[in-house]
């Protein structure tokens, strides 16, 4: 029986589009030699789930069986079964769960054998910790040890759950850790869910400060829902005391860096890949709302034969993009804490330090560049000694504190300033903005160089000196300090010379370099230990960087304009992609540039797919002119830019709002802005817009919003612009009238439901709820039956290839919501079957537009046998026969159901098989359907 993980494998790399191991999905490894139903270890009693409600995430569960064998998933408020596939694996993906929930249980049954039972467990938000010995430093040796344990009893915190891995190494991807290893904590409490009851007081104390003091902050400076005090909060740790990033990168992933081959290590923890095959792979399919970074020491110390700044940059972003591949959730936010000194003032500055931290600085967003939903946390003036020596500098609450801020910004698309003020007990207060001073671009202007830094980054920037905090309390101050030692230096006559403090010129954002003549380069903060630093005014760093003078500037659009040939207003239901089914939240301009070049490229845009869409969190905020913003961590290009890119390649382009204050993922929505967003979009080149309802104030008639989005629309056609086509978002059981003038005022509606999930009793509530409204439907405008799961986990190709023929009889518009860049080749046949596209998108006859459902037979067992039939313009009917029982059925259709004279030969021909059936009289018999299978039939001169 075909299974939903053939859907989806094998994967390719996000940097390089190559194939690489498919065990970054498919789950090769250790599998239970018992194999009856079996579950990764993380899987048991007090887990935290990742949300999929507030924060938009897929959330899946997965596991083993036989092959072949049917997995019933049983939560609290919903059933899944699915089918283990050849080799045993199965994922499942969850329907959405709040965070506000009880504690509830979660039971996974195979068809022998018992159960696997988590009771106890909880949805929130999942922080996944990783990396080396900075990110182990235990708690008990960070500053005020006992205070920042004991806020852990706070009200804020009562549902924080930990999880500790031993440190472990393997030759191959594991399903399951390895038993034993070396657990950091002395007590030996690793692979274990420990509540806050079991963890405090002397747990906390040895699990990373790093990792607690960082989702405890975000904790406090974000709670999405006030109304929850207590947000569950799942704390993972997966780090190593002695490991370069080579152990952690999947062995498909250095194929991205080709040019930096792996150098020969020395012990089983600097071994390539060791460390993910048996500390992150386990964790392949639990979701994660950020993950955390603190590593690179030990690649600093390294001898390379070649750049240690380009090879550990290109490591770390193939290695990102490698584990985002792996959970298939899209861009998961991740977090890197840069390197801070390793040595005490006045060491040499010949380590490899400077070289590291500007390869981390290299994986933030910007712009036209290959990684996004990154966040960097600056610690440059971090330094000290500590008990385990100045290679692990002591001062980890603020680390901890700067790490929050970015994950905020990064995760949570807050912008500007945070405090910690919503939570309590803290040890102390503050206010102050996510990072400090952004540095942009470099210019030689004449004899000086001028540095240009971003405006809201660099608030009274100025040079401090550093002093940085020891573990018994003494301070480690600057030798040389900013008057003897500026930081910055040029690269001119074959040296680096350094800029003295009174050639250093700040104004506002700019920091200007006097009497720097025939220099070539830049950099600032180029040493293990930074005696001086530019700091904004709440304190913070920038990041050290080195930058090339002389490099040309472009002075052409990163994207040239293409030149388009006006549309007219579409007829026909749209096709295309959509990014919310299988990205939610993790999304941003890279993926949805690969989205359109993968379109291109696999045929799906030949085949008669344009749109590529948008869908919530790509906004940040709005500016001074109310004008909306770009969530700068997810599309530092811009809108424009994909606009132009999208145009360029053919495809057109879309994007989400509401009709609501805030989107549905507590984003800027329209309200109130209908007419300049319309205006924006025009400008930007945006052909679709998708409006939701959602959170705050909104207009008391749905319809006034529309029409202010309409009018704009229409202006902007008027004045030459591109035809944006409108799609709306109701509940036409308040809206009984919408039928009267839903036409007048968009294109496409969805007829409400909520959003439709990955599994087939949703998709099939979809189908009935929009065949409701189907005489509504004309040319141009059309009933929307929501977006498709094909190829997403938890639907299996029967059910597929059913909800693509269920969309294309009723004639809804085709939105693909899968991952498009790893999609299997079964899933692209689905997507690309012409002859099923071509039943879509065929007007019909008169004025049905949208086939209907014909018949409803139930069967003994209280199921239903469905049939829709579809007249088309060309005389032919689309017949589909649907088994909606979960066990094998026959279906049968009679001549007299479709209005045919009961003596008629018919000839038919079946739209998936692509072959023609021999003519019958009478009736039509589809015989052994399987649960949720269908027959996708046209009924020729019919």
């Not at 509940?731 to 839903?742: C, H, K, L, M, Y």
Request: net charge negative; glycine share 8%; proline share 6%.
């Amino acid at each position: 029986k075909a299974t939903v993980s053939v859907l989806y494998c094998p994967v390719r790399s996000k940097m390089s589009s190559k194939v690489i191991c498919a065990v970054l999905l498919c789950g090769c490894g250790v599998v239970p030699s018992d194999a009856a139903v079996s579950m990764p270890t993380w899987f048991q009693d007090n887990m935290v789930l990742q949300s999929n409600r507030e924060s938009g995430y897929l959330s899946y569960l997965n596991g083993m069986a036989d092959p072949n064998e049917k997995v019933v998933i049983e939560t609290a408020n919903s059933t899944y079964t699915v089918t283990a596939d050849e080799k045993g694996e199965w994922a499942v993906t969850l329907n959405p769960e709040g965070m506000n929930k009880p504690p509830s249980t979660i039971t996974v049954k195979g068809e022998s054998g018992p159960p696997a039972v988590a009771n106890d467990m909880l949805y929130g938000d999942v922080f996944f910790c990783s990396g080396g010995a900075d990110m182990l430093y235990p708690l008990k040796l960070a500053f005020n040890s006992t205070q920042e344990a004991s806020s852990l009893t706070g009200v804020d915190f009562a549902n924080f759950r930990f999880f500790m891995t031993p440190q472990a190494y393997s030759d191959t991807p594991l399903f399951d850790f390895k038993k034993g290893g070396n657990c950091p904590d002395p007590k030996g409490r690793c692979l274990q869910w420990l509540t806050v009851a079991q963890a405090y007081p002397s747990f906390i104390q040895e699990f990373s400060a790093v990792c607690y003091l960082t989702s405890r902050d975000i904790t406090q400076i974000h709670n999405l829902n006030p109304s929850v005090p207590s947000k569950p909060v799942g704390i993972i740790l997966s780090a190593s005391s002695s490991s370069r990033i080579e152990s952690w990168m999947p062995s498909g992933a250095f194929s991205d860096c080709p040019q930096y081959p792996p150098v020969p290590a020395v012990g089983p923890s600097m071994q390539p890949s060791a460390a993910y095959n048996a500390m992150i792979h386990p964790f392949r399919h639990i979701t994660l709302r950020a993950a955390l970074w603190y590593q690179g020491a030990l690649n600093a110390e390294q001898e390379l034969p070649y750049s240690k700044t380009d090879s550990y940059a290109c490591y770390l972003k193939a290695m990102i993009g490698a584990w985002r591949v792996s959970k298939g959730t899209g861009d998961f936010p991740f977090i890197t804490m840069q390197l801070p000194p390793s040595a005490p003032a006045g060491s040499d500055a010949s380590t490899g330090t400077p070289d590291v931290r500007a390869a981390q600085l290299e994986t933030l967003p910007h712009v036209n560049g290959s990684i996004a939903i990154t966040g960097l946390a600056v610690g440059i003036d971090l330094g000290g000694n500590s008990t385990l020596g100045y290679n692990e500098p002591p001062n980890k609450n603020e680390a901890a504190r700067r790490m929050a801020m970015q994950a905020v910004h990064v995760a949570y698309g807050v912008q500007g300033r945070m405090n910690n003020m919503n939570g309590g007990p803290v040890p102390y207060a503050w206010d102050s903005y996510f990072t400090g001073p952004v540095f942009l671009k470099s210019e030689l202007l004449g004899s000086n160089v001028k540095l240009t830094f971003d405006a809201n980054s660099a608030v009274a920037m100025s040079l401090v000196d550093v002093q940085s905090l020891n573990s018994n309390g003494s301070v480690t101050n600057c030798t040389m300090c900013c008057e003897k030692e500026a930081p910055f230096e040029v690269f001119a006559n074959g040296a680096w010379m350094r800029v003295a403090k009174g050639s250093t010129l700040i104004t506002n954002n700019t920091v200007t370099l006097l009497q720097a003549p025939a220099s070539t380069a830049v950099r600032y903060a180029w040493s293990n230990f930074v005696g001086c630093k530019l700091a904004n005014s709440d304190g913070l760093p920038a990041s050290p960087f080195l930058d090339n003078l002389t490099a040309e500037i472009p002075l052409k659009p990163l994207v040239a304009k293409p030149k388009r040939q006006r549309a007219e207003k579409p007829l026909l239901p749209p096709l295309g992609w959509n990014s919310w089914n299988y990205y939610h939240c993790n999304i941003d301009e890279v993926v949805i540039k690969d989205v359109i070049d993968a379109m291109v490229d696999s045929g799906l845009h030949a085949a008669g797919y344009e749109y590529v869409n948008i869908d919530d969190c790509w906004q940040a905020s709005r500016d001074a002119s109310g004008t909306i913003v770009p969530d700068p961590a997810r599309f530092p290009s811009g809108l424009r830019y994909l606009a132009d890119y999208a145009h360029s390649k053919g495809m057109k382009f879309g994007v989400y709002t509401a009709r609501s204050e805030y989107t549905c993922q507590m984003r800027p929505g329209g309200y109130g802005y209908e007419t300049l967003d319309a205006q924006t979009y025009c400008d930007w080149g945006i052909d679709y817009l998708k409006i939701d309802v959602c959170w705050g104030k909104k207009a008391k008639e749905a319809n006034a919003t529309w029409e202010l989005f309409h009018e704009g629309f229409q202006k902007c056609y008027a004045d030459g612009g591109q035809y944006i086509v409108q799609s709306v978002d109701m509940s036409a059981e308040s809206e009984p009238t919408f039928a009267e003038w839903i036409r007048n005022v968009t294109d496409i509606w969805t007829n409400g439901g909520g959003d439709i999930q990955a599994n087939w009793q949703q998709i099939i509530f979809k189908a009935l709820h929009n065949n409701q409204y189907a005489t509504v439907a004309r040319p141009g405008h059309y009933n929307n039956a929501d977006m498709l799961e094909v190829g997403n986990y938890g639907v299996s190709v029967v059910e597929a290839k059913s909800q693509m023929s269920l969309w294309a009889v009723m004639t809804s518009p085709i939105m693909v919501g899968t991952d498009l860049l790893h999609a299997s080749a079964v899933t692209m046949e689905i997507l690309s079957n012409s002859e099923v596209l071509a039943v879509n998108q065929d007007l019909g006859r008169g004025e049905a537009v949208q086939g209907t459902l014909v018949s409803s037979q139930v069967t003994p067992s209280n199921d239903t046998l469905l049939i829709w039939t579809k007249p088309l313009s060309t005389n032919d009917t689309a017949v589909l026969l649907l088994n909606n029982a979960n066990t094998t059925q026959s279906i049968t259709v009679s001549w007299s159901t479709l209005g045919i004279p009961p003596s008629r030969a018919v000839q038919m021909r079946d739209l998936w098989s692509h072959s023609d059936i021999p003519a019958a009289t009478g009736s039509y018999t589809a015989h052994s359907l399987q649960a949720h299978e269908s027959a996708f039939l046209l009924f020729k001169d019919v």
